[in-house]
């Protein structure tokens, strides 16, 4: 698929700085208390079973039109299957996201540049193969997938411990190809480039963010995490550490993203995972005002306000 074949859609306006409306934090977390500019939404929680008539759990559409009542809602999607190898209309993203995103009217959904079929989910740590045949692949389905939404579709890159067999690319460089190849953006996890600097020989967060076309990120994610067994995990759990608020200043200096989002949770990444409680209140309100401050100083200057 050439640069003129793939799909196009203008870039959405700055939104501002917002958190991650996470269901497993929900009971002790003051999600409605905040002053934020907007809430992600996490769509896997809220939706209908597959095999019920249910776009939306029973009560949630009626619970997030309450919060839309306050604050944008952005969508964001896990496992929506979107790049495995099957018919892509029986995905979950086809079934369920794209419907949820278009009654929420979010502006825009992030996705996860993960594999993934109705037998395998179990895909956190499974990037897609950088390769080049890949990413012909996933730009068809991806292209397809955007003008089924009917908004920019944004992919989220991975944090993972070993590159998929057969990859034959810097994944900087998968992500640069396919977002020209499918007219698509990125959704750009800051932690996640930090946590594979940890892990993988080699990996520079620089040079990842020198690769790709910054002209293309609409979003930001941003997170903290814990080592376990040798390993430095996403896992949502911490403070956000110094070297990514770093990355997020050299990123506003170059970049408009469209909103910049915070991520916390419970355990449901692995079992070693620091459970977040009320004592975590102070810090997550912390890094949130950190957040506010780095969007406000970069964008103010350019009439954007937050």
Known sequence: MSDEEAGSMDR????????QYNPEILDWFPFESLAVDLFEVLLDPFMGPLDSPYVFLPGAFEK???????????AHSNYGCDFGFGDLDRTPAVRRHVPMTRAIGSPWVADHSFYGDESWLDIWSSPVQFSRP???????RAARLQELYGVPLA???????????????????FMAELVAASGTFLHLDLHNIYANSLNLKGFSTQEYLDTIPLDRVIAVHLAGGSWHDGLYHDWHDSPVPEPVWEMLDWLLERARPGAV????????????TRLLGGDDESMIVADLARAKAAWTRAMAPHGVAG
């Open 261 to 272: 989002i915070l991520e916390y949770q419970g355990r449901c990444h692995h079992e070693g």
């Open 134 to 140: 890949e990413v012909q692949r996933i730009a068809e």
């Open 64 to 74: 997030l039109m309450a919060l839309k009542e306050r604050t944008p809602l952005l």
């Open 155 to 173: 992919h989220e890159n991975a944090s993972y411990y070993l590159r998929t067999p057969g990859s034959t690319m810097r994944e900087a460089e």
């Open 12 to 19: 959405p306006d700055p939104i501002g700085v917002g958190i």
